[in-house]
């Protein structure tokens, strides 16, 4: 009978001292199969997959199993019979298959015969032992991070082994990276967009510890964490790492950025040109759009591209000279202070836990079997949203007020030297702007068809 062997390689995570690449396993194992004289037809490779958690995924051993069921493969290569199985349900299901497909399985001490009841005992005390293994190493690991937390030390963890900002021991700081994360906050409270902050720290060369370039996500995701506050994960406690940002940044800046993702308008996302989105239509309220004409090769304007409305249209030109001057004299006029910002130490943590809570009510009343009575687990879920809006509401004040005060008196070389979206950001803060209907036909521009009114 012809072998048709499977090379199954697993590396699982490091932290369960399970190190061997993949790579070496598969070179390994293909001498094996070679020395046997078996042919390999399929390389299944899992990497970072435990074999020991019951909810763990493995998608290669997924495919491996059924292409054993198809009878593409009779046989399984591996480095050691630890990378297969280190659960006796994984076992069973092998020997379960192998009844009907009669599987051989190998590795550097040797063959074995799924069908052999010897074979059979053999490999299911070796599995037990695998599994004492890896619950033995896994308790002492839950031991190390009790003793961490005791101590306010978590786990360096993150793609690329580290938190971006700290050393691999998860306590040192990093200097250059340091100085990144306090600007990134500062650009935030400025009135930046995340995204465009990203992009920008991409462009200048800087990359997350796995070596990937900034996204609107992943920037978001690292401003938020507790640990650039000094704190370990629950948000409260104080950690072993001196903070990147003091407390009270951090807060105001998870703020801005949970403000921003409900939407409200002066953290608007940075787009290629000041008014676009920003500046709406008078006759349908759409968000006016950059247009070109078809017989011409450049921009032309400022217009409505609703479909059935398309009534209005500004030269792009004219319209952000127009209203760059009103912001720019109403950011210079100390009659028009840019307002106080309100404390809200705490306001960051208790968005996040009403936020959970949130989720959790909302569980309970799609499952009654949970507890409760629904009209006042509804009741409930009306109180939250009512604070949550309150607390955006106040995250939306004072970013607007951090982002006017920032700017206060800008010269126009100033206010040209700014980032796209800090602008868009000034002009959202300070004026809602409406074009309307040309009132006369005509070169020209005249301010009486535009309505900037102040916020």
Same mark, same amino acid.
């Given at each position: 009978?012809?072998?048709?062997?499977?090379?199954?390689?697993?590396?699982?995570?490091?932290?369960?001292?399970?190190?061997?690449?993949?790579?070496?396993?598969?070179?390994?194992? #293909?001498?094996?199969?070679? #020395?046997?004289?078996?042919?390999?037809?399929?390389?299944?490779?899992?990497?970072?997959?435990?074999?020991?958690?019951?909810?763990?995924? &493995?998608?290669?051993?997924?495919?491996?199993?059924? @292409?054993?069921?198809?009878?593409?493969?009779?046989?399984?290569?591996?480095?050691?019979?630890?990378?297969?199985?280190?659960?006796?349900?994984?076992?069973?299901?092998?020997?379960?298959?192998?009844?009907?497909?009669?599987?051989?399985?190998?590795?550097?001490?040797?063959? #074995? @015969?799924?069908?052999?009841?010897?074979?059979?005992?053999?490999?299911?005390?070796?599995?037990?032992?695998?599994?004492?293994?890896?619950?033995?190493?896994? &308790?002492?690991?839950?031991?190390?991070?009790?003793?961490?937390?005791?101590?306010?030390?978590?786990?360096?963890?993150?793609?690329?082994? &580290?938190?971006?900002?700290?050393?691999?021991? /998860?306590?040192?700081?990093?200097? $250059?990276?340091?100085?990144?994360? *306090?600007? %990134?906050?500062?650009?935030?409270?400025?009135?930046?967009?995340?995204? *465009?902050?990203?992009?920008?720290?991409?462009?200048?060369?800087?990359?997350?510890?796995?070596?990937?370039?900034?996204?609107? /996500?992943?920037?978001?995701?690292?401003?938020?964490?507790?640990?650039?506050?000094?704190?370990?994960?629950?948000?409260?406690?104080?950690?072993?790492?001196?903070?990147?940002?003091? *407390?009270?940044?951090?807060?105001?800046?998870?703020?801005?950025? %949970?403000?921003?993702? $409900?939407?409200?308008?002066?953290?608007?996302?940075?787009?290629?040109?000041?008014?676009?989105?920003?500046?709406?239509?008078?006759?349908?309220?759409?968000?006016?759009?950059?247009?070109?004409?078809?017989?011409?090769?450049?921009?032309?304007?400022?217009?409505?591209?609703?479909?059935?409305?398309?009534?209005?249209?500004?030269?792009?030109?004219?319209?952000?000279?127009?209203?760059?001057?009103?912001?720019?004299?109403?950011?210079?006029?100390?009659?028009?202070?840019?307002?106080?910002?309100?404390?809200?130490?705490?306001?960051?943590?208790?968005?996040?836990?009403?936020?959970?809570?949130?989720?959790?009510?909302?569980?309970?009343?799609? @499952?009654?079997?949970?507890?409760?009575?629904?009209?006042?687990?509804?009741? &409930?879920?009306?109180?939250?949203?009512?604070?949550?809006?309150?607390?955006?509401?106040?995250?939306?004040?004072?970013?607007?007020?951090?982002?006017?005060?920032?700017? $206060?008196?800008?010269?126009?070389?100033?206010?040209?030297?700014?980032?796209?979206?800090? #602008?868009?950001?000034?002009?959202?803060?300070?004026?809602?702007?409406?074009?309307?209907? $040309?009132?006369?036909?005509?070169?020209?521009?005249?301010?009486?068809?535009?309505?900037?009114?102040?916020?």
């Amino acid at each position: 009978m012809t072998i048709r062997a499977a090379v199954y390689c697993r590396m699982s995570l490091a932290s369960m001292d399970d190190t061997t690449k993949v790579d070496d396993q598969e070179r390994l194992c #293909r001498a094996t199969a070679e #020395r046997l004289g078996w042919e390999v037809v399929e390389v299944y490779q899992d990497n970072n997959r435990s074999a020991w958690r019951h909810n763990r995924k &493995r998608p290669a051993w997924d495919r491996m199993l059924a @292409d054993i069921e198809a009878g593409k493969i009779n046989a399984i290569v591996v480095y050691h019979g630890d990378r297969l199985t280190r659960q006796p349900m994984d076992l069973e299901i092998l020997i379960a298959l192998s009844r009907t497909r009669g599987i051989k399985l190998a590795s550097g001490t040797g063959v #074995r @015969d799924l069908n052999d009841d010897d074979d059979q005992f053999t490999l299911g005390i070796e599995a037990n032992v695998y599994r004492k293994e890896s619950a033995a190493t896994s &308790r002492r690991r839950k031991m190390q991070y009790e003793r961490w937390r005791r101590e306010g030390r978590v786990r360096p963890g993150g793609r690329g082994g &580290r938190a971006y900002g700290f050393a691999t021991d /998860g306590v040192s700081l990093v200097a $250059a990276e340091v100085a990144v994360i *306090q600007d %990134a906050a500062r650009r935030v409270l400025a009135g930046e967009s995340a995204g *465009q902050i990203a992009r920008d720290l991409t462009a200048r060369g800087h990359h997350t510890p796995a070596g990937n370039p900034f996204t609107h /996500g992943t920037l978001r995701k690292m401003l938020a964490r507790p640990r650039y506050a000094g704190l370990m994960p629950d948000g409260v406690h104080p950690a072993a790492w001196p903070p990147v940002l003091d *407390q009270e940044t951090w807060e105001a800046v998870g703020a801005v950025l %949970a403000a921003k993702a $409900a939407g409200f308008s002066y953290t608007t996302n940075a787009r290629r040109y000041l008014l676009s989105g920003i500046a709406k239509c008078s006759e349908c309220g759409s968000g006016l759009q950059v247009r070109v004409e078809s017989r011409r090769t450049h921009l032309t304007g400022y217009g409505c591209v609703k479909h059935g409305c398309r009534k209005v249209q500004r030269s792009m030109e004219l319209l952000d000279e127009y209203v760059i001057t009103r912001v720019l004299k109403k950011l210079g006029d100390p009659a028009n202070p840019p307002g106080r910002v309100l404390e809200n130490k705490g306001l960051a943590a208790e968005l996040r836990m009403l936020t959970i809570e949130r989720a959790a009510t909302e569980e309970r009343v799609r @499952d009654p079997s949970r507890g409760g009575h629904v009209d006042a687990l509804l009741d &409930r879920l009306d109180a939250i949203d009512k604070r949550i809006a309150q607390l955006r509401e106040l995250a939306a004040g004072n970013a607007s007020a951090r982002l006017l005060g920032a700017h $206060a008196g800008i010269t126009r070389p100033q206010w040209d030297a700014l980032p796209l979206g800090t #602008r868009r950001a000034l002009v959202a803060a300070l004026f809602t702007v409406v074009v309307l209907p $040309a009132s006369k036909r005509g070169p020209g521009f005249r301010t009486e068809d535009v309505r900037v009114t102040g916020r």
